[in-house]
């Protein structure tokens, strides 16, 4: 049972959004930003988006973070198939003393 | 180019040891926050453990006591030490730099099998 909790999937078509969820508490979440990571199949994760929203360089503008209260959610428009991926969004959590991931959730492009 | 490659994982029968390496090459590790993140076959990720750049370090109540994190300067390599293994430490061990709140870049990870 993961610290942060994720949807196990979202699907939608190419071309369209989806958006990932990712929720907390006040001790995690509600205190300290959130990084988002995409793991391709067979590959490593790799940095998405930190500081809740920000992108590093190379990310295209169709990836997206947003945070309220102790939720986040990750938003991808432009579906491509390249994007089917699990996502990962993780934290520090203040009581744990640890940094939380939440469970991951698979992407399918239709 | 920054790159961080694990290597010394592999199968281990229950109760032994196994010690990980991270070497980096493009930023001194000894400069860096430097962490150990895994994940069991199909599961999801777990930090394991932090080493900061003034030393001090930290590690999940899951590996606290078997497990020692550690770096050599020297050879700007980071490393994992893990005894008294168990078939739920069955993982792929990756090493990543702990940036402000997130782990960037990540290496490829090393399979660590624990079973007899």
């Known amino acids: 049972q993961s610290v942060l909790t994720q949807p196990p999937s979202v699907s939608a078509a190419p071309g369209q959004k989806v958006t990932i969820s990712c929720s907390g508490n006040?001790?995690?979440?509600?205190?300290?930003?959130v990084s988002w990571y995409q793991q391709l199949p067979q590959s490593a994760p790799k940095l998405l988006i930190y500081?809740?929203?920000r992108r590093p360089s190379g990310i295209p503008d169709r990836f997206s973070g947003s945070k309220s209260g102790t939720s986040v959610t990750l938003g991808i428009t432009g579906l491509q198939s390249g994007d089917e991926a699990d996502y990962y969004c993780?934290?520090?959590?203040?009581?744990?003393?640890?940094?939380?991931f939440g469970g991951g959730t698979k992407l399918t492009v239709l | 180019e920054v790159q961080l490659v694990e290597t010394g994982g592999g199968l281990i029968q229950p109760g032994g040891s196994l010690r990980l390496s991270c070497a980096a090459s493009?930023?001194?590790?000894?400069?860096?926050?430097m962490s150990w993140v895994r994940q069991a076959p199909g599961k999801g990720l777990e930090w394991v453990s932090v080493?900061?750049?003034?030393?001090?370090?930290y590690y999940a109540d899951s590996v606290k006591g078997r497990f020692t994190i550690s770096r050599d300067n020297s050879k700007n390599t980071l490393y994992l030490q893990m005894n008294s293994l168990r078939a739920e430490d069955t993982a792929v061990y990756y090493c990543?730099?702990?940036?402000?709140?997130?782990?960037?870049?990540w290496g490829q990870g090393t399979l660590v099998t624990v079973s007899s």
């Open positions: 990543a730099t702990l940036n402000g709140g997130w782990f960037d870049p």
């Open positions: 493009g930023f001194t590790v000894s400069s860096n926050y």
């Open positions: 080493i900061y750049s003034g030393g001090s370090t």
């Open positions: 006040t001790s995690n979440i509600g205190l300290h930003y």
């Open positions: 500081d809740n929203l």
């Open positions: 993780g934290t520090w959590d203040i009581n744990l003393k640890s940094v939380v």
